[in-house]
């Protein structure tokens, strides 16, 4: 049962453009939703988070966007680089009872091109 | 810095052998997890550990079991390697105390099992 949906799988895009990736979740539980960002040999790392009270964070050029009714969030991420170019993963997790586990989607590798 | 260190990068492995993944982290971080990363469904949580001696299985567990002897020290073990395990296993660790749902990632151990 995957309870985090993520698109598009890969993402090409050239260089100074927007990259988005969205998620979609199931569990009107969560309550604490993260994106982590890996690079090749590398585990992923938290790169930034929201929590549901809020609709959108910003974080230099990078931006999460959250729809509470419809389920879903995203990443934007503004004037790609190429050094952008990694597999980003969404997350949801539960603070209050959830064990601090979290349920990863399934990955979106984003390429920026020059 | 946190560090999260896995004992092996990459290993290989015979059908039926036990198998022991070893990942220590340097923080004093309560919790820690293991996960299993594979193209096209991210990352699935094997197991996960609150406390020493404590183990909760996570999504995937059949095949697996873990140990938790020491604060800094989880352990995967696959009992009888198989070749559908053959995937990367990546350890992670977070605090309750301080941002506890910002996972710290190992660099991952590649496990074939032939």
């Known amino acids: 049962q995957q309870q985090v949906k993520q698109s598009p799988q890969s993402l090409i895009v050239q260089k100074g453009g927007i990259s988005i990736i969205n998620c979609a979740y199931e569990?009107?539980?969560?309550?604490?939703f993260p994106w982590y960002q890996q690079f090749p040999g590398k585990g992923p790392a938290l790169l930034i988070a929201i929590r549901p009270d809020v609709s959108e964070k910003k974080e230099g050029r990078f931006t999460i966007s959250f729809n509470k009714s419809a389920k879903q969030f995203s990443l934007h991420i503004m004037d790609s680089q190429p050094g952008d170019s990694a597999t980003y993963f969404c997350?949801?997790?539960?603070?209050?009872?959830?064990?601090?586990?979290?349920?990863f989607g399934t990955g979106t590798q984003l390429k920026v091109e020059l | 810095d946190v560090k999260v260190t896995q004992s092996s990068r990459y290993l290989v492995k015979r059908t039926g052998e036990k198998v022991f993944l070893e990942c220590v982290q340097d923080m004093d971080h309560e919790n820690m997890f293991w996960y299993r990363q594979d193209p096209g469904l991210g990352l699935r949580l094997i197991y996960f550990?609150?406390?020493?001696?404590?183990?909760e299985k996570g999504d995937i567990p059949e095949g697996y079991s873990v140990s938790r002897e020491k604060k800094e020290r989880f352990s995967l073990i696959l009992e009888s390697a198989s070749t559908n395990q053959t995937s990367m296993y990546l350890c992670a660790s977070s605090s309750l105390s301080s941002g506890p749902y910002e996972q710290y990632f190992g660099p991952g151990t590649r496990l074939t099992v032939t």
């Open positions: 997350a949801a997790g539960l603070i209050s009872g959830g064990g601090n586990k979290l349920t």
């Open positions: 550990s609150y406390d020493v001696k404590m183990k």
């Open positions: 569990n009107t539980a969560f309550d604490y």
